[in-house]
């Protein structure tokens, strides 16, 4: 028999091996990183205090706690969001090229930015009912428990949530070459004013989208069109991004970029791709909050 101490490292281990699910669940939910692990802490210290032992399945339990702490703080977070400066973005993360993680498609794109977005068209049971049962592949039964309604309404929620989501975003998917392709090119435009090669990659109806979220200078409305878009590019952020230094990254499962200046990160972009594999949508993150604590991270 084991002893208590065994029992609290069982139960740890346990924990930290549903740590990047719970994790996932929770920042696809609330678009905000730092918000996430608050769940989760949240999370970790019901289990440890709960008899373990009395649980048939720990996971399942797990998930039913975290997604009800993480609707609870989503529902905190909205009426702040009412007043916030300008575009709000989801946080951005530094997601692990680990390729064991990420373990379908699906999985995949449902942590870019373009996709994260969507989620805000619906509301906070419809998302969770959409993720629990589209993404984490829980059952409708299993669902309907954790949001605590009937199976008939979980249905209806996710049908609901399927119909404001446009289902083409999450399944097309597009080859690191040409993501590395277009970031040549957009880099380029920015530091040199050589648009040829991106205005073929950009499509017509792009849109710009830039959080500074009132505590940095930034666009407060986004940008439209391809020639918009590009006049902004070579005529304010070759500008504004003069003396920055470029590293390309892995932002929210696709590539991006992570701007500095005197080591100190300024910007954070992620960009969104249509079926024809041009992009239209560029995200540009500036609030400090967001971006200050842009470390790699294990989620699924």
Not at 5 to 25: H, Q, T, V, Y
Request: hydrophobic share 40%.
């Amino acid at each position: 028999m084991k002893n208590n101490n065994s029992k609290k490292i069982d139960g740890i281990n346990l924990f930290e091996e549903a740590r990047p699910s719970l994790l996932g669940l929770a920042y696809r939910i609330l678009g905000s990183m730092a918000d996430a692990e608050d769940v989760v802490q949240d999370t970790f210290i019901k289990w440890d205090r709960t008899e373990q032992q009395t649980i048939e399945t720990p996971k399942a339990w797990l998930t039913t706690v975290c997604t009800r702490c993480s609707l609870d703080q989503l529902r905190s977070v909205s009426r702040t969001r009412v007043d916030y400066i300008g575009t709000w973005l989801p946080e951005p993360i530094h997601t692990s090229n680990d390729s064991e993680l990420i373990t379908s498609i699906e999985l995949g794109q449902s942590l870019t930015t373009a996709f994260l977005l969507m989620l805000e068209r619906l509301t906070p049971k419809e998302r969770a009912a959409y993720l629990l049962y589209e993404i984490f592949d829980n059952s409708y039964a299993d669902v309907a428990h954790i949001l605590q309604i009937k199976e008939m309404a979980c249905r209806k929620l996710v049908s609901r949530a399927k119909s404001n989501i446009d289902q083409t975003k999450i399944r097309n998917t597009t080859s690191v070459q040409k993501q590395k392709e277009f970031l040549n090119a957009f880099q380029l435009a920015v530091t040199n004013g050589e648009i040829a090669e991106l205005t073929t990659l950009l499509a017509r109806d792009i849109k710009l989208n830039a959080d500074g979220g009132g505590k940095v200078p930034s666009i407060i409305r986004p940008i439209e069109g391809r020639e918009s878009v590009i006049e902004f590019i070579v005529k304010s952020l070759n500008i504004y991004w003069a003396n920055c230094q470029w590293e390309k990254v892995d932002i929210n499962n696709s590539l991006g970029f992570s701007l500095k200046e005197e080591n100190n990160i300024t910007a954070i972009l992620s960009f969104s791709y249509d079926k024809q594999d041009q992009v239209d949508g560029i995200f540009i993150v500036r609030n400090p909050e967001k971006i200050n604590n842009f470390d790699e991270i294990s989620i699924h």
